[in-house]
């Protein structure tokens, strides 16, 4: 997996809608260099084509398909939103930010997956009281 780095990751975020949370997650993957400012546009734009809601609180925004020329390293960033944030008609508390060069993204998500398929270890990250022990949780994988 992609190393995080504590800069990746905001905690206890609040957004009023989706689209501003969508908006923060891409402007943390340009701040952090992984995608140029204009990739923001293509995760908006991906949330209108299907949901990038994916279950257990989680919401996964990433560009279009033909949003590559955007991405200058795969990365991914997380924002933890305790009280959550609307996602269609779901509550996601915690929002995964990815951009992923060639197919790095589908590993990306695979490995996200993983963790964020068991809902207590999804709890965890949302409670977790600092960056580093999002990074741990993450390390540790399914044995959160």
């Not at 919401?59 to 924002?79: E, F, M, Y």
């Not at 790095?104 to 965890?124: K, M, R």
Request: glycine letters at 6%; a negative charge.
């Amino acid at each position: 997996m992609i190393a995080l780095k504590i800069e990746d990751i905001t905690l206890n975020q609040q957004f009023a809608t989706k689209l501003a949370a969508i908006e923060a997650c891409g402007q943390l993957l340009a701040k952090q260099g992984y995608t140029s400012a204009e990739y923001t546009k293509k995760m908006i734009e991906r949330d209108e084509l299907t949901t990038t809601y994916i279950g257990n609180m989680v919401a996964i925004p990433h560009g279009t398909d033909d949003s590559k020329a955007w991405i200058h390293q795969s990365g991914i960033v997380i924002l933890q939103v305790p009280d959550g944030v609307d996602f269609d008609g779901n509550q996601v508390k915690l929002i995964i930010g990815i951009a992923g060069i060639e197919n790095e993204h589908l590993e990306l998500l695979s490995e996200i997956a993983l963790v964020c398929s068991d809902v207590e270890n999804v709890a965890e990250i949302v409670a977790a009281s600092s960056a580093e022990k999002i990074i741990q949780l993450f390390k540790d994988g399914v044995n959160v």
